[in-house]
């Protein structure tokens, strides 16, 4: 189920968007490079997905996946276990006057898109999309 971090279901504003991708590439960058002193965390290659920030703009919630899936739950343990180190790194490479509090959760995007494919390729689905398709070209 998807959880709306936002306030009162207005969405993100632009700047929540600006800051949450700047945080995501710089953090992509800080983990591709290797930074954290942690062979835990640098023997998984992780895909930063999203980055969605707080209203206030002081949590930073990153949605990130090992390559592959594999892994994932020490992936995000190992990320976990070094958040301090992160957020240091992450605001040293940024010009925010505050360094956002970090958090990780598994991006389960590519798993919700799995299963909408298999959910399409099921023949009664399939059968009822293309009996929908026919009731509008009757129209």
Excluded: C, W
């Amino acid at each position: 189920m998807a959880q709306n971090r936002y306030s009162h279901g207005s969405g993100p504003s632009q700047r929540q968007l600006r800051v949450g991708e700047l945080i995501r590439r710089t953090l992509s960058d800080v983990l591709a490079r290797a930074d954290v002193h942690d062979p835990d965390l640098n023997r998984h290659s992780i895909t930063v997905g999203e980055v969605r920030m707080s209203t206030d703009l002081k949590v930073a919630t990153a949605f990130v996946l090992p390559l592959g899936g594999q892994g994932a739950e020490d992936a995000l343990a190992a990320l976990r276990r070094n958040t301090p180190e992160l957020r240091h790194l992450v605001a040293k490479a940024m010009t925010l006057k505050y360094a956002p509090q970090l958090k990780f959760h598994l991006d389960e995007t590519f798993d919700r898109m799995d299963d909408t494919r298999r959910l399409f390729a099921d023949e009664r689905v399939r059968r009822d999309v293309e009996a929908a398709d026919e009731d509008t070209d009757e129209d």
